[in-house]
């Protein structure tokens, strides 16, 4: 009886996620970088985001601000999914290069408070610039297993200083949950924006909503299906025309996953396996050259997150060259290994990258480098 009640819960999931919303016609095109060209020295620096307030601290976001600052967030308490684990975040200054101190922006009390929902844990902060301009952080709440989260929006009008209170995202008709997020929004030309989903419940697949400038969920695509494809990233190289790639949780060999689509993130193939070993950990990329080039940084080993690398295509992603190795583990230190793994990388408009992560989940690790450093790396 219960296998029995488990199966038509999840057959009704399945057809409750796979509802599209007909308000608006679909997008307009994926709106890609400007041509850039790497000059000056080349930089890479390297250094630590969060100041060990929290214990453990994972999954971090990154977006530039208007005086072209980098605001960082990320979750942070005693050890993921306990009830003091809150959204942190902090401010790299450019001027100094240097961060500040890093603070509480969004906990489990304001959580409540904004949503009117029960919330037992917190993770997951996606940070991007909105259609309206304001900041926009999404985060997912659950109220048990992450498989029963939701996706939370708050929106900043002065730059991540102050945060309007939370909202649930409104991604299903009936059963409004099992929706999580951690791949970095992608921009359309039609100013609505792109975020990339997942779903953990009883299946693992990706979707990617479409969202208008206040936030309303205004369609979604289907990406993949089944138990073993999650927390998929949209690197779009032409108007029409983008790939994802999907961390994959199923049976070895583990590889990445990826999937392409030809209408601007309205329809997908069925994701394939690539070549390039992962062991069941988030990456994360982004276009530059006007969608010439792709970057991907991934955990490049098939069972242990202590490989940190940064690769390229050419070639539209049929092809990755490993061209710089982040973290390699250090076999004699003197710390836990826990792995360097949920990376967040954006460039700014003057063509520098910023680059976050989780540092064996005690810290968030900063890597900034510049076009010319990139270039030599070719």
């Known amino acids: 009886m219960t296998m029995r009640i488990l199966f038509t819960?999840?057959?009704?999931?399945?057809?409750?996620?796979?509802?599209?919303?007909?308000?608006?016609?679909?997008?307009?095109?994926?709106?890609?970088?400007?041509?850039?060209?790497?000059?000056?020295?080349?930089?890479?620096?390297?250094?630590?985001a969060s100041n060990q307030a929290t214990k453990e601290v994972h999954s971090a976001g990154v977006v530039e601000l208007s005086?072209?600052?980098?605001?960082a967030v990320w979750y942070g308490g005693s050890r993921e999914g306990h009830?003091?684990?809150?959204?942190?975040?902090?401010?790299?200054?450019?001027?100094?290069?240097?961060?500040?101190?890093?603070?509480?922006?969004?906990d489990m009390k304001a959580t409540r408070h904004g949503t009117g929902r029960y919330s037992r844990k917190l993770g997951n902060p996606v940070i991007t610039r909105g259609p309206d301009d304001n900041l926009w952080l999404f985060y997912v709440s659950a109220v048990g297993g992450w498989a029963t989260s939701s996706i939370n929006l708050s929106i900043s009008k002065d730059e991540g200083e102050?945060?309007?209170?939370?909202?649930?995202?409104i991604t299903s008709p009936s059963f409004n949950f099992s929706t999580l997020v951690k791949g970095k929004a992608v921009q359309f030309a039609d100013g609505t924006i792109g975020l990339?989903?997942?779903?953990?419940?009883?299946?693992?697949?990706?979707?990617?909503?479409?969202?208008?400038?206040?936030?309303?969920?205004?369609?979604?695509?289907?990406?993949?299906?089944?138990?073993?494809?999650?927390?998929?990233?949209?690197?779009?190289?032409?108007?029409?025309?983008?790939?994802s790639m999907l961390r994959y949780a199923g049976e070895p060999?583990?590889?990445?996953?990826?999937?392409?689509?030809?209408?601007?993130?309205?329809?997908?193939?069925?994701?394939?396996?690539?070549?390039?070993?992962?062991?069941?950990?988030?990456?994360?990329?982004?276009?530059i050259n006007h969608?010439?080039?792709?970057?991907?940084?991934?955990?490049?080993?098939?069972?242990?997150?202590?490989?940190l690398t940064l690769a390229i295509s050419n070639d539209q992603g049929a092809s990755w060259?490993?061209?710089?190795?982040?973290?390699?583990?250090?076999?004699?230190?003197d710390y836990d290994n826990q792995g360097y793994s949920y990376p967040s990388l954006i460039q700014t408009q003057k063509g520098d990258f910023h680059l976050v992560y989780s540092w064996n989940v005690r810290k968030i690790k900063h890597i900034h480098f510049n076009r010319s450093w990139l270039e030599s790396k070719l």
């Open 162 to 169: 102050t945060w309007e209170p939370p909202r649930r995202l």
């Open 321 to 333: 060259k490993p061209i710089h190795i982040f973290e390699l583990w250090d076999k004699h230190a």
């Open 67 to 71: 005086n072209g600052n980098i605001r």
């Open 196 to 243: 990339p989903v997942y779903h953990e419940f009883l299946a693992k697949f990706g979707e990617l909503l479409r969202l208008d400038a206040n936030g309303e969920v205004l369609d979604k695509s289907r990406q993949s299906w089944g138990r073993d494809s999650l927390q998929p990233i949209i690197l779009p190289y032409a108007e029409q025309h983008a790939i």
């Open 291 to 307: 969608g010439k080039q792709l970057l991907m940084i991934f955990n490049n080993d098939p069972e242990e997150r202590g490989h």
């Open 83 to 106: 009830k003091d684990v809150a959204i942190y975040t902090n401010v790299w200054d450019a001027s100094t290069d240097s961060w500040g101190k890093e603070h509480v922006t969004i």
């Open 9 to 48: 819960l999840g057959l009704i999931l399945c057809l409750a996620q796979a509802w599209v919303v007909i308000q608006q016609p679909g997008p307009a095109g994926f709106s890609l970088s400007n041509e850039l060209n790497g000059s000056g020295s080349p930089i890479y620096q390297e250094a630590f």
């Open 253 to 287: 060999p583990n590889r990445i996953m990826i999937q392409s689509t030809e209408d601007a993130g309205l329809s997908w193939p069925s994701p394939v396996k690539t070549a390039l070993p992962n062991p069941n950990a988030a990456i994360t990329g982004l276009e």
